[in-house]
């Protein structure tokens, strides 16, 4: 009796065991194999199509949006379903370049209590030919929280979005780039706003996920969308509407500055008014003509704006005045002259005032060079574009773009220097220096202009210059017409926009330059002999020069 009670509990111990390492183990399977879902496979053999996003695994939050994209070879119909919901997947232009646009759409994911499991279904259709695609897992997790709470707190306008009054954001990053909230793309647009470290807003539960592109987003009651790496959430409750004064408004020898004590760090949106774009909704922001005439400002949730205005002796603006709005107020600073501006960023100091710097153009003196002119006062950063890991393109005997970048780089430095201007380098060697390390270098060196040096390839020869926002076309342009003026390319391409990550920094005028194709053998030597390179600073500089001789004084 002894025995079989020992052979008994022995066999009860080892089933409560094996139970329990059961139970702890299931929370490390997928949905998908807990609930015994088969794995549906592709049938496609990428005939239609070059790529599909998402491909892998994803544990998505109910209640976010999952954007999904095809990369197609022709013009095809795209449909994806998730959970009985079918989108049709249209072309997304800001992405193109060339050749057929990617396509896109965004996926609502199922607001639910209990975990959901499918497969996202792509359907790609072309002359009765047909492709069938499979995501991997979509495991969409119970949701965080609703909206519905947030109805009391969030304006009853349509620039606003309402996303609860749960979590606040709060900005971490120095300046936190934004996206229009009705958008999902990952594109960069002039039209964009920039928001600096310390900003709070309600923010979204649920994320934007965007496979393709590695990113995920999180929206702002003020309407904007951000970067979810660029904030940090917390469960917290914000005043239900702001109040602003004018503390001060001074000249500090560089910059115009406006400084507003604030009840607190609430969003702002910044616009070049009066600016029209070549086609915006394609995603081309090339401006003909140079048309902004204001600074708009619009100060979300103010209710209350109080100061004076004054501008005494300006010479960036003729007149600063307040707009108040049902649910926010908007300031306007009137230029002088249309298209008259050169930059700005805005930052909280110690005393959590929020201060507007906007960049007056710097003084060119005269002096007995070669220009007839001199830089003393300005601050220029050069970027020798690429570096290190990052090679850029490659020559036919196998020479980094890099190298030869550094080459034109480091002889326009020693030209600017020559003529008085501090110039900063985003990087003195070959090595590799990330795009977002070269903006914040960029930014803290508080220059007066950037210009980035690259070279081209794919096929062609000759120069190129770019802006990024509308009151950088000037001194793209400038720089252009003095190039034109030398025999250094065959080819002068039209001034033209882009979305170059270091043209983004809107504090100063920035430009990139194309300065020959790697891939040609006539504008690679050219790259290597030292003394044509020194002609092509020259021409840089003259540009420079130039574009300074143009700014009205």
């Known amino acids: 009796m002894k025995q079989f009670s020992l052979s008994f509990y022995r066999y009860f111990l080892a089933v409560f065991l094996t139970v329990c390492l059961t139970v702890l183990w299931m929370p490390a399977l997928t949905g998908c194999e807990q609930k015994n879902v088969k794995r549906k496979e592709s049938t496609g053999h990428f005939l239609l199509i070059s790529d599909f996003s998402p491909q892998e695994d994803l544990t998505p939050q109910g209640g976010g949006i999952l954007v999904v994209s095809v990369t197609p070879k022709t013009d095809i119909t ?184 604030t009840l607190f760090k609430a969003p702002f949106t910044l616009e070049l008014t009066g600016q029209d774009y070549l086609n915006p909704l394609s995603g081309d922001y090339r401006v003909s003509k140079v048309t902004f005439d204001a600074v708009s400002i619009n100060f979300r949730y103010c209710t209350a704006f109080s100061g004076s205005l004054e501008l005494p002796d300006n010479p960036l603006f003729n007149h600063a005045s307040v707009k108040q709005n049902p649910y926010d107020c908007t300031l306007t600073l009137t230029l002088k002259e ?104 960029a930014r803290s060196a508080k220059p007066d202009l950037i210009i980035s040096i690259h070279r081209n390839a794919g096929g062609g020869n000759g120069f190129s210059s770019y802006y990024f926002s509308p009151f950088c076309v000037s001194l793209a342009e400038q720089i252009r017409l003095e190039t034109a003026k030398t025999d250094l390319y065959r080819t002068i391409d039209t001034t033209s926009w882009h979305y170059f990550f270091l043209n983004r920094v809107a504090s100063c005028p920035s430009v990139l330059t194309e300065n020959g194709y790697m891939d040609d053998a006539v504008d690679f030597a050219a790259m290597l002999d030292e003394e044509t390179q020194q002609k092509a600073a020259r021409a840089l500089v003259r540009g420079i020069i130039r574009y300074y001789l143009s700014l009205p004084r």
């Open 338 to 441: 249309p298209g008259a501006f050169y930059g700005w960023y805005a930052e909280y100091d110690e005393e959590d005032r929020l201060n507007f710097y906007f960049l007056e153009p710097t003084r060119l003196y005269q002096a007995d060079n070669e220009y007839g002119y001199a830089l003393y006062d300005a601050t220029i950063v050069v970027d020798a574009g690429h570096g290190g890991a990052e090679s850029g393109a490659v020559s036919a005997n196998g020479t980094k773009e890099s190298i030869c970048n550094s080459l034109l780089a480091f002889a326009l430095q020693k030209e600017l220097k020559s003529i008085g201007a501090t110039v900063v380098m985003t990087r003195d060697s070959d090595t590799t220096v990330p795009a977002g390390a070269r903006c914040d270098l």
């Open 78 to 261: 795209v449909t994806a379903t998730l959970f009985d919901t079918t989108v049709t997947l249209s072309a997304d232009t800001a992405y193109q370049e060339d050749g057929v646009p990617p396509l896109t759409a965004a996926l609502t994911l199922p607001i639910s209590r209990q975990q959901e499991v499918d497969q996202i279904c792509f359907c790609c259709t072309f002359n009765g030919q047909q492709e069938i695609y499979y995501s991997g897992f979509i495991t969409v997790a119970p949701s965080a929280n609703t909206v519905t709470d947030g109805a009391t707190v969030t304006p009853d306008d349509d620039s606003y979005i309402n996303v609860g009054c749960e979590l606040v954001a709060e900005i971490t990053a120095e300046n936190a780039e934004t996206f229009w909230g009705n958008t999902v793309d990952d594109a960069s647009r002039p039209t964009n706003n920039y928001l600096p470290k310390g900003t709070v807003d309600y923010v979204s539960g649920a994320e934007i996920l965007h496979p393709s592109v590695g990113k995920s987003y999180r929206l702002l009651r003020c309407g904007r969308r951000i970067y979810s790496g660029a904030v940090a959430v917390r469960k917290d409750t914000l005043p239900s509407e702001n109040r602003m004064s004018v503390a001060k408004i001074v000249r500090d020898g560089k910059y115009t500055v406006f400084s507003f004590d």
